[in-house]
């Protein structure tokens, strides 16, 4: 008698054509087209087949990767294998056949000579904050620069030296080799203190360089999703203010030793408040001079970017400026103003820096290689979205590791991205990685002939640069108002981030940024709630019940949505969620209110309708709550949707078979719906199967709930004796093809 009403219950529509104009009509209502059965996970793949399985290789007596390593190894060895091997890790050998020459040669050559000009003082000035002699600063702004220009994948990235690094790397230089407390340092003795700080600073180079290419050689380029963006801002804004607070003595023209440590930026204000009374006039003029020539053209290049056709270069007008003024008035003799000194021609001859310190330093290489590939890779990955390309984040790590570790072997010091001078280069028209080859050219000049003309550069203009170019990191504050709107809980991370660089230092300040901001991760996972699903009136949708009151739900059927990952943070929560939604442990007898008139299934009455098929009449309460509500009907069959569900590991997969067991034990009909392929093999692995059948199993939440309403239809869940008829606020539903209909 019900049987036309259960060949209707069973959810998306048949593939087929329809003939019958008046079928093809009834095609344009869900609800009253032809129906397929439900369809389990084994049914699926019977008619659609399962995943693809690569064919099985011949058995060999060695181990399975020493199997993969070498068959790896001998398509290497082919001619193809080995041309492919080259493109991808020689990407000029891509770009450069396709380059247009005509229309990007100019903006190549002008945008790499303009950064090649910003990359000389800029160059000499980090490598202040790196404690060591500015030409070394020039020497990292060419061998990396050259060397990501023949590795690197992004067209519109200018690497070099980078603030932030170097004031992590000084940190470090000043810690292994610290100046000595009886100061008053002879010539000689000078230059062994800076010979050894340069070898420091590039054992810190060559440690990071060979950290970043045994990132590469275990493909880690997914590591650089650990440094959020919020972290990343935070990191380089708080940095920023590290780097001003440390360049205060150079402005003052003071000579106070460096602090390091926590607390080090509190420490050099209270040591730069103390000694304030011993502040040169001289050096404090130049640097407000300086200051107030270089601020203002900044802004001018950031307001008119648009109309300029190339950023004004006031770090070059102003490097002129000051060694001429200081060469002509004798500052250096008449007021003791510091000055650059003699930049030796040519380049240091290729030295192993002394790994004695390798071990000591080893623990501080590791952040800065972090930092160089996280910086890196997300400016690589913003210019790539926007002219259309891609990059890839094992080629930027092979690209940064080679640059530090071959660099270092001519006394250079970390390096990676900067910020400032990648939008130069965007800016000045630059298309392609051949703009590094030019800035190369440009360093390479001052190199070996113009060095002897920024002798008298006073240090204080070094200083002003470093501070004029960290404007783009003080600025990144603005954007908090925004965050604060778009998520709270990254505007707390990168307030997390910003106190911690600025109260204890940079390494520290990041290391409680990723984890402050991993943690948010697992407690976002752990206050995910279970969502109980109802179904939308005329639809086959399943929505979450407190998204509609007019959501509606069969008795003694509950579908759930667990959306979030089941692992073992998430297994307790899962566990108390669905035995609550369920009622484990807590059986109740609960009758359900029907009408007087019961059919032969003690669940509803039969009614004809026009068609000569039957539909089913119950009735539902106004109000659905949760099926655990007391004095609502008891679970008879449950429904886990599993398609937010990403992943599953052996905890959460041993719960799962637990639970199925559990409602074998309370009389409860469990079905899975659309379980991700890895999740289902998970569960297989921990023998779900022996709990439960493969018609348990569902493609979809709408298959499984027209197999549940089959069976409580059925009267198989379902005690006809426990149903009496509910008077004032119900409604009648009807049950018919895929859904629950309600009836006038």
Known sequence: MLQGAKDKMSGPLAS??????????????????????????????????????????????????????????ASACSGPGAWRVLLARLPPLRWLPQYRWRAWLLGDAVAGVTVGVV??????????????????????????????????TGRHLSTGTFAVLSLMTGSVVERVVPEPLAGNLSGIEREQLEARRVGAAAAVAFGSGALMLGMFVLQLGVLSTFLSEPVVKALTSGAALHVLVSQLPSLLGLSLPRQIGCFSLFKTLAAVLSALSQSSPAELTISALTLALLVPVKELNV?????????????????????????????????????????????????????????????????????????????????????????????????????????SLFSCFPNSATLATTSLLVDAGGNTQLAGLFSCAVVLAVLLWLGPFFYYLPKAVLAC???????????????????????????????????????????????????????????????????????????ELYRPIRESHKLLQVPGLCILSYPAPLYFATRGQFHRILEWHLGLGERTKVRILVEEERGPSGFGRP??????????????????????????????????????????????AREVVQLTRRCQEDGIYLLFAQCHALVLETLTRARLLDSVTPEQLFVSVQDAAAHALERLVRGKSIKSGSQEVLGEGTEQMRIRGRGIQRRN
């Open 16 to 73: 087929g054509t329809c003939s019958d104009p008046e079928e093809a009509s009834d095609l344009k209502s869900p609800l009253s087209s032809r129906f397929r059965e439900p369809l389990t996970h084994a049914r699926f793949q019977d008619l659609f087949g399962g995943a693809e399985q690569e064919p099985e290789l011949p058995a060999e007596p060695c181990q399975p990767w020493l199997c993969r390593l070498r068959r790896r190894r």
């Open 119 to 152: 990359h000389v003082p800029q160059g000499m000035a980090f490598a202040l904050l790196t404690s060591v002699p500015p030409v070394f600063g020039l020497y990292t702004s060419f061998f990396p620069v050259l060397i990501y220009s023949l590795l690197g």
């Open 303 to 407: 307001r008119f970017r648009d109309r300029l056709p190339t950023p004004i270069p006031g770090e070059v007008v102003m490097v002129l400026l000051a060694t001429v003024l200081c060469f002509t008035s004798s500052l250096d003799t008449r007021y003791n103003v510091q000055v650059v000194g003699q930049l030796p021609g040519g380049f240091p001859h290729p030295l192993l820096p002394t790994l004695d310190e390798l071990p000591r330093i080893l623990a501080d290489s590791l952040p800065i290689s972090l930092v160089t590939f996280a910086v890196s890779t997300s400016l690589a990955s913003i210019y790539a979205d926007k002219y259309s390309y891609t990059i890839e984040p094992n080629q930027e790590l092979l690209a940064h590791g080679v640059s530090n570790l071959i660099s």
């Open 465 to 539: 640069i470093n501070i004029s170019s960290m404007r783009q990191m003080f600025f990144q504050m603005q954007e908090l108002p925004q965050l604060w709107h778009i998520s709270r809980v990254d505007f707390a991370v990168w307030i997390v981030t910003w106190v911690a660089v600025v109260t204890l230092n940079v390494d520290l300040g990041l290391a409680v940024g990723v984890v402050v901001s991993m943690m948010t991760v697992v407690c976002r996972t752990q206050r995910v709630q279970c969502l109980a699903l109802g179904l939308a009136e005329g639809t």
């Open 607 to 652: 009614v004809s309708s026009e068609d000569g098929t039957y539909d089913l009449i119950v009735f539902l309460s106004l109000q659905p709550g949760s099926v655990s509500d007391k004095g609502a009907e008891p679970v008879r069959v449950a429904i886990l949707d599993f398609s937010g569900i990403t992943f599953v590991d052996a905890a959460g």
